[in-house]
């Protein structure tokens, strides 16, 4: 099985990341890791032994339907909220709070009002100096195709066009791993495909290590190498899906929509009337 | 076309509205046949009088000064004592019971205790206007930093900002614009209490002159000039505030979604 799956990648085509060895050791491990919250007088568990691992440079998605804890279980490995039992571990070490190094990306209302697109994109690398940091940032304006907004506020955007400056203003920072919450769920259908398109091409050319929290079974299809499928009350991880699938894909493709019923018969929507 | 309908209905409009009241003013005066009260054109000659006597300018003068020292006492006071009160939520709860207390009394019922503790003096007017202004620029600034969204405070410790470049780079810009609508305000309240406060304890000023005008002789002329004067002045200060407010730095909080 494990050689049939090396073949196939051989014709995955460019601009795709050389597929994650099994052998190195895991970017992040999340181990037993339960969270509980106080509700009423008695505890609600939120998510209950998670375990999983992610390899450098994968993309996987976390998907569920909602109230499956996988926005907390993001908000734990980011460092913003502390787990009740269990451990998450980046490159060997403890989570123990936000880290630069470590980017989240929420829905677009996370960018700056006060700021423009350079003030915004240039906000986490105010210790560089002037001119490294102006190259920077005309270095991400174009390459989310921001250019001729430099000095456009946010509310001067589109929706679309605010989520690519949160993500810029992530990617500036040169984090080793981006973690995006549900970040293209308030845009328009073709606006979140046409941005799909773009963090897998990101993804291609910086090489980040991406968590991608989602209901969306077609986003998860479309992007992820791997999808941790969790349900809920409580919170657990209920299947884990390889999607070995060469990109850019084909959503059309017979494997494609192999992949897609797989996960809807796991998300219990399958054949429903 | 749209140029001259936005000058139309932003210029031409209230001059005619004020046009049509000053001819109502002047015709119940005309039909009335009334002594006591002024035309128009009566009080214009009164303020020329009081040009004339050397007092319009010092007394418009007084009253500012008067209300810029309160006020600016109180938003040094209130603007920092805000923030502490938003950021600290025991400091909050500590103070809340105090603030909620005081803030619905009128400024003028502080009279009585401000002639006690300052004497018959300026700085009894002061100090009324100073207590007027600083309970809004507390609430209104502690209001702002509170509703500060935890989205921005989350972001801007995963770029790895400290406490304080937490205060400086993300709390402070994202209250100002609510936090200098609540000076804006306060401001106008200012401007409510010099003249009541003048009524009382300064032999000078806006307030000073309405009263005295009555009280001196009924010169209702003068009564009504002052009147028109405060209303003049307070209107261009608004103007002035939210002129402020539309800084280049706020810009983005005015704007509407494209």
């Known amino acids: 099985m494990r050689s049939q799956n090396a073949a196939k990648r051989l014709d995955v085509a460019a601009p795709t990341p050389s597929p994650p060895s099994q052998a190195q050791p895991a970017k992040l491990s999340v181990a037993g890791l339960t969270v509980t919250f106080p509700v009423d007088g008695t505890h609600r568990t939120v998510l209950e032994a998670i375990d999983f691992e992610c390899h450098e440079g994968e993309l996987v998605c976390l998907l569920g339907p909602s109230g499956c804890g996988k926005s907390t279980l993001l908000n734990v490995i980011g460092g913003f909220l502390k787990p009740t039992q269990g451990q998450v571990l980046i490159d060997g070490a403890p989570v123990t709070g936000p880290d630069p190094r470590r980017i989240f990306v929420f829905q677009e209302r996370g960018v700056f009002p006060w700021l423009t697109v350079e003030g915004n994109i240039g906000f986490g690398i105010q210790h560089l100096p002037a001119e490294e940091r102006r190259q920077r940032v005309a270095h991400y304006v174009e390459m989310v195709g921001l250019r001729g907004f430099e000095r456009a506020y946010p509310a001067e955007l589109s929706g679309g066009m605010k989520q690519r400056l949160e993500v810029a203003r992530a990617l500036a920072v040169g984090p080793d791993m981006l973690y995006l919450d549900e970040s293209f769920g308030a845009l328009d259908y073709i606006t979140r495909h046409n941005l799909r398109r773009e963090l897998l091409h990101l993804w291609a050319t910086e090489r980040k290590t991406i968590l991608f929290v989602t209901h969306d079974i077609d986003e998860s299809v479309q992007l992820a190498n791997r999808v941790v499928v969790m349900a809920a009350r409580p919170g657990r991880i209920q299947r884990v899906v390889d999607i070995d699938l060469p990109y850019p894909r084909d959503i059309s493709s017979a494997r494609y929509l192999r992949y897609r019923d797989e996960l809807l018969e796991e998300l219990g929507l399958a054949h429903q009337r | 076309m749209g140029a001259s309908r936005k000058t139309l209905e932003t210029l031409l409009l209230p001059a005619l509205t004020g046009g049509v009241l000053l001819a109502v003013w002047h015709a119940a005066v ?195 000039a002052g009147i028109l004067l405060v209303g003049g002045i307070g209107l261009s200060l608004d103007l002035l505030m939210r002129w402020l407010e539309r800084a280049r730095a706020l810009r983005w909080a005015y704007q509407r979604d494209p």
């Open chain 2, 30 to 224: 005309v039909l009335t046949k009334t002594h006591i009260f002024p035309s128009p054109w009566q009080v214009l000659l009164g303020i020329q009088e009081l040009a004339d006597q050397g007092r319009l300018v010092p007394y418009v003068l007084d009253s500012l000064n008067r209300v810029l020292t309160g006020y600016l006492l109180a938003v040094a006071v209130g603007l920092p004592g805000g923030l502490v009160l938003g950021l600290h939520a025991p400091a909050a709860h500590v103070a809340a019971p105090v603030i909620q207390l005081l803030r619905p009394i009128s400024p003028l019922a502080w009279i009585p205790v401000s002639i006690i503790l300052f004497g018959i003096a300026n700085t009894a007017t002061i100090f009324l206007i100073f207590l007027a202004s600083l309970f809004p620029i507390t609430l209104a600034t502690m209001d702002a930093v509170r509703n500060v969204p935890a989205i921005y405070l989350r972001s801007g410790q995963n770029f790895g900002l400290g406490r304080y470049a937490l205060l400086r780079r993300i709390i402070l810009p994202a209250a100002l614009p609510h936090a200098l609508t609540g000076l804006r305000l306060s401001f106008g309240i200012a401007w409510l209490v010099v003249v009541a406060a003048e009524m009382i304890g300064v032999d000078s000023g806006l307030g000073y002159l309405i009263i005295d005008a009555r009280n001196a002789g009924k010169r209702y002329d003068l009564v009504v």
